[in-house]
Every structure is written in structure tokens, then in C-alpha cells.
């Protein structure tokens, strides 16, 4: 995401409205959004799907100023990855 989404050098960590985490991170001159584990289906090559991105970018909506607009087009890459817990 550009990073226009967090004040330089600042990351932001929040819960999001299923008990995970949201975090926004710099990195690169850009921000890295995500959040945390999530239960799914083992498989050889993970993929996050659209509703996960979507899940994403609501929850930083929730937390950012009113007059910021999360933009689906501001999504550069999209990866996700597996852990066992």
C-alpha cells in the first residue's frame, strides 16, 4: 500500500472485530497491511483470496481518519503463508 496509510517511520497495531490482530507496517517506502493467523486448509500453495483482502482493508478503515479512503486499486502484492499452531 502507498504510504500515505501510516505517518513516517510509525506502525500501527490494533485488533480487528473478529480478535486478531491488524498491524500496518513501513517497509520499503511503502506499508505492509495484515493481520494475524487465521484457520484454513492446509496446502502446497497458499492464496489469499479476495474476501481476505477485503477483510483487510475494512479493518483499516475502521481505523483510520473518516476522510481517508481505503482503496481496493492501492493493493501493489497480495501473499499469504501457512504455520501450524
Do not use: H
Amino acid at each position: 500500500l502507498p504510504n500515505s496509510y501510516t505517518p513516517p517511520g510509525l506502525g500501527v497495531l490494533s485488533a480487528t472485530a473478529d480478535g486478531r490482530v491488524l498491524f500496518l507496517l513501513p517497509w520499503e517506502g511503502e506499508v505492509i497491511a495484515g493481520t494475524t493467523d487465521n484457520k484454513c486448509e492446509v496446502v502446497k500453495e497458499p492464496r489469499a483470496t479476495a474476501s481476505e483482502v477485503k477483510f483487510i482493508l475494512d479493518e483499516m478503515q475502521r481505523y483510520l481518519s473518516p476522510n481517508i479512503k481505503v482503496q481496493p486499486s492501492d493493493v501493489k502484492s497480495v501473499w499469504c503463508g501457512i504455520r501450524p499452531l
